[in-house]
């Protein structure tokens, strides 16, 4: 704001002393009126160009230039026409400029509107798909686990968060609903929080798509266009995602995958090996290594039993079951 303002004074005051050297006072303010409009059309062109992404600028300039270039050659080609030179309908001079402003212009609306049909070379000297560049979605910053899963240290470098997904969470903050309300400034908190861990790095990609709708397909475009990942746990991106050929990181799938092997109500034989440390517990392991206590087990050890999973303890230390024998559980659930 600042420096907008800085913008304005500047131009504003050099338009009326370029305006002084030629008029005398009350019309020297012309040039500080040409100064403030000229500054004022620079802001608006600016606040226009931010919120277009660096794709569309960039295909523009081309557009802009292969136009220009276009408009050289065939005015170029225009002199050795004969007779053209000195015709007194149109000006020679009028028609090489109407003809670069016209494909100069073409040029430019092109170049920006179909930007997003054109794949950029990467700069990164990687070819194919780009493994750290992980696309986080909106489900994604809500459900709270990956920001787990980051302070673990499991996840490390830069996450990548865009405008739109970051306008669609400030979105949902502000809903009169008070569930989706309560969601969104849950999924801010959550991000702020993220951008806390010093093991990763959360980048807000100011990155749009105009011409697509809908915060999942500008997602999977996201996606497609710079080769990287979508960390998610909504099923519909997922398969739609997984349809176009974009690799998904699914939150729900890495829990499935760490799910505990057993589960309370589950019955095993295993083999008591040892007392335990409490009165009459004893000591089994499954074939992973995992710790079964047995209640009053003792009187097995070295003898292979049935027994039935009472709970289960995750901790970082690892996994330990609790157990007790199938004969007493039995008993204590006809009691």
């Given at each position: 704001m600042v420096i907008r303002l800085l913008l304005v004074v500047a131009c504003s005051t050099v338009g009326y002393f370029i305006a002084l050297k030629y008029y005398t006072f009350p019309h020297s303010l012309l040039g500080l009126a040409a100064g403030l409009f000229l500054s004022i059309l620079v802001i608006k062109t600016e606040q226009a160009i931010r919120k277009l992404s660096l794709r569309i600028i960039f295909g523009g300039v081309i557009g802009t230039v292969i136009g220009?270039?276009?408009?050289?050659?065939?005015?170029?080609g225009l002199r050795f026409i004969p007779g053209l030179e000195g015709h007194e309908i149109i000006p020679l001079g009028y028609l090489y400029v109407f003809i670069t402003f016209i494909l100069g212009y073409l040029g430019l609306v092109l170049g920006s509107k179909k930007s997003e049909d054109f794949r950029f070379p990467r700069f990164s000297g990687s070819k194919g798909e780009n493994p750290d560049y992980r696309i986080?979605?909106?489900s994604a910053i809500i459900d709270g686990r990956m920001a787990d899963i980051c302070d673990t240290?499991?996840?490390?470098?830069?996450?990548?968060?865009?405008?739109?997904?970051?306008?669609?969470?400030?979105?949902?903050?502000?809903?009169?609903?008070h569930m989706k309300r309560s969601r969104g400034r849950?999924?801010?908190?959550?991000?702020?929080?993220?951008?806390?861990?010093?093991?990763?790095?959360?980048?807000?990609?100011?990155?749009?798509?105009?011409?697509?709708k809908g915060v999942d397909s500008k997602l999977v475009a996201l996606a497609k266009e710079r080769g990287g990942k979508i960390?998610?746990?909504?099923?519909?991106?997922?398969?739609?995602?997984?349809?176009?050929?974009?690799?998904?990181?699914?939150?729900?799938?890495?829990?499935?995958?760490?799910?505990?092997?057993?589960?309370?109500?589950?019955?095993?034989?295993?083999?008591v090996i040892k007392e335990g440390k409490e009165a009459g517990q004893g000591l089994a392991y499954l074939d992973d290594g995992t710790m079964v206590v047995?209640?009053?087990?003792?009187?097995?050890v070295g003898k292979n039993i049935d027994v039935v999973v009472t709970s289960v303890l995750q901790t970082s230390a690892g996994r330990m079951v609790f157990s007790a024998l199938k004969d007493e559980e039995k008993k204590s659930a006809s009691a």
């Open positions: 220009l270039l276009i408009a050289l050659l065939f005015t170029f986080l979605d909106t240290g499991f996840i490390n470098g830069t996450l990548i968060v865009p405008r739109f997904v970051l306008d669609e969470l400030q979105l949902i903050a502000d809903s009169s609903d849950r999924g801010l908190d959550i991000l702020n929080r993220m951008q806390k861990n010093d093991g990763v790095k959360i980048e807000i990609a100011d990155i749009d798509f105009p011409k697509i960390v998610t746990n909504d099923y519909n991106l997922n398969k739609v995602a997984e349809l176009q050929g974009i690799k998904i990181l699914n939150i729900n799938d890495l829990a499935n995958a760490l799910k505990p092997l057993v589960l309370p109500g589950e019955a095993m034989n295993v083999r047995v209640e009053n087990g003792i009187r097995h």
